[in-house]
């Protein structure tokens, strides 16, 4: 596979009406992030690398081997390029981190900035937190730094990393993603992507999502939330009542303030809307939900909008889904902690390259991107990339993937109900519940 056929000139790509492409991935501005002092001639120059890099995780088959082996036969490495790995690997290396952040980062935010009003809620942007995770590779430099478990037994688990990402919900454009170590650090990594926020955009998010500080320091700002209450309790005989189960209520400050607010002040009281809905779809968790925001306008923002906001709050676990099981993101393969960002961070890339496509064939199918199939669009580009195509046959070749893309729509399955249960059962083997060289030397001992 050879990516360069979607990294292209600038001129090539703003032929094309590629505009997120042209402003995210031309050529020139990859080249650009990418820059080495000094760099010299090499067949894995950066560009090269980082195509090669790109094509490795979007393709099924994640090994280097593979990814060496594409790139000689589609012509992306000279026939004299050796077909071992060595120099690939050290050749990523030499990319800087936050160079491959900054492009993956880039390309979601060129994508979030192409919505329109009209695709937004009631115009304004909405951008979904939620945390998530991913195991590493079993070394001791990922136990150092993203340590396994603590109920697990030392040799019986692996390292995981902790992420908080953060989504925008018109385009499922992935922002970014901030990682960690230990679980129950999810606000901890969420106070850092703050930074993307903007005055005037709606925050969703859980329950964790709903503490005094997170939200009066964010309303501060002009960032409005809509989150579950988390433990708090709601008492509907209290404050103003605007209907039935939607009332408005003063929040007090907690009497004792989290360590992290250091020197920052919060009010003393906090206006807040409560409301409680029931969901009578078969098949979803709960019947009565409860939500608490700070939009108190009850005719801009009726009860109604919010619970179906809500409801779309659902589109993170499945574009997380979409990173972690079809693209493979949920185990990620590098064994030291630099490189394992450097991989998250590709399948960052990855993903809001996907979504770009997505975004382009739901414009030319007139349909929505819910209809647009995430595994289709990723089979269909790396059929297209599977040869280099010139200037003259770039923009019909472009043109007729988006249509493909566009004519192979999801089917209609609203609130489709399907057990979580697998029908394919499993091997019958063991669970390793001691460390591997003890029972390698207990199979030993036995022969």
Known sequence: MNLSYIVRSAAELKASESEILHAALSSEHVRSALAEQGERRR??????????????????????????????????????????????CQARDRLEENSLHALAAGLGTELMRAETDAERWHGRRVLVADGSSVTLPDTPAHQAAYPQPSAQAPGCGFPVMYLCTLMSLASGAILDFTMGSGNGNELTLWRKLWRLLCPGDVVLGDGRYSSYADIALLHARGIDVVARPGKRTVDFRKGTALCTGDHIVEWERPKLLPAWLDHQVLPEKLCMRELRYRVDVPGF?????????????????????????????????????????????????????????????????????????????????GETLARISFQGARQRLLAAASLPRSFRTFRPSYRRLIRDIAHDLNPERPFRIEPRALKRRRKQYDFLNRPRAVLRAKLTGAA
């Not at 060496?68 to 000279?78: F, I, K, N, W």
């Not at 608490?292 to 409801?311: I, M, Q, R």
């Not at 493979?328 to 902690?337: I, N, S």
């Open 43 to 88: 067949y894995y120059d950066p560009l090269t690398t980082w195509l090669i890099f790109l094509a490795q995780t979007l393709s099924p088959d994640h090994s280097c081997r593979n990814a060496v082996a594409s790139a000689r036969t589609h012509g992306l490495l000279p026939a004299a390029a050796s077909v071992h790995t060595g120099a690939y």
């Open 285 to 365: 968790r709960s019947e009565s939900v409860t939500l608490v925001t700070t939009l108190l306008d009850a005719e801009a923002y009726p009860k109604d909008a919010l619970a179906e906001l809500f409801f779309a709050r659902w589109q993170i676990e499945l574009r997380l889904r979409d990173m972690k099981t079809i693209l493979g993101m949920d185990l990620l393969r590098t064994k030291t902690p630099e490189r394992a960002r450097k991989e998250l961070w590709m399948f960052l890339a990855a993903y809001n390259l996907i979504r770009t496509l997505m975004r382009a064939a739901a414009s030319e199918a």
